[in-house]
């Protein structure tokens, strides 16, 4: 979809460009914002090979499994629907710890993962469970304590210190986060967003 989308934008804007004479301008708006591009992308490449191996680092020398440690008594109270030693329990627990250290990489095949786990506990098929509702608000919120991708962003486009985003973004992904929580939970006690799970399908699951 989003590929329709862009290409959709730049055919209004080849369009719109020669209805009024300015196709000239559209062209080289296009050629200049291409070389920027690219060498915004060219300055991330030091930047995030420095972060994101630290952050391999952090992985290998299993401080991301400690953080997930020191997670799981707030997983249990977040998710009671789910076994503490069933599968979708750690993969939960290993997403959000990295997520947590910025390990994009590493969180999103968690999450996939998790998701996967916790279809199999789900007694209605089409239909997602209250844990899944809350691992993907909490996904999508995450708390950051280290914004790698930002920090590049940043780095490459010359910010003098560009760092001082990592205060702001634990604040914001705390508040993003503790919002998120309480939506889930709040929602889940409607009785319009209850799941009404078919007895068949249950025993089937």
């Known amino acids: 979809m989003i590929n329709y989308i862009w290409a959709g934008m730049l055919i209004i804007g080849f369009v719109v460009?020669?209805?009024?004479?300015?196709?000239?301008?559209?062209?080289?708006?296009?050629?200049d914002n291409a070389q920027s591009a690219f060498e915004?992308?060219?300055?991330?490449?030091?930047v995030m090979s420095l972060w994101l191996g630290l952050m391999r680092i952090a992985e290998e020398s299993g401080i991301v499994e400690?953080?997930?440690r020191a997670l799981k008594p707030v997983t249990v109270r977040l998710?009671?629907?789910?076994?503490?030693?069933?599968?979708?329990?750690?993969?939960?627990?290993?997403n959000l710890a990295a997520n947590v250290l910025g390990l994009g990489d590493a969180a999103t095949?968690?999450?996939?993962k998790a998701m996967q786990e916790l279809q199999k506990l789900n007694p209605v098929k089409d239909t997602a469970t209250d844990a899944m509702c809350m691992f993907l608000a909490i996904n999508t919120s995450s708390v950051t304590l280290i914004s790698a991708t930002t920090v590049a962003v940043l780095a490459a486009a010359g910010s003098a210190n560009p760092t001082e985003i990592i205060g702001p973004t634990i604040i914001a992904t705390a508040c993003s986060t503790?919002?998120?929580?309480?939506a889930a939970k709040l929602?889940?006690?409607l009785p319009r967003f209850r799941m009404q799970a078919n007895p068949g399908e249950q025993q089937e699951g």
Not at 41 to 46: K, N, R
Not at 109 to 112: A, S, Y
Not at 178 to 182: L, M, P, Q, R, Y
């Open 79 to 94: 998710f009671p629907d789910v076994p503490p030693e069933h599968p979708a329990m750690g993969a939960m627990i290993m």
């Open 178 to 182: 503790t919002v998120g929580i309480i």
């Open 40 to 46: 915004l992308s060219l300055g991330l490449v030091g």
């Open 17 to 31: 460009g020669a209805a009024t004479g300015n196709l000239e301008a559209v062209t080289k708006a296009a050629i």
């Open 66 to 68: 400690k953080l997930a």
């Open 187 to 189: 929602l889940s006690k």
């Open 109 to 112: 095949p968690l999450g996939l």
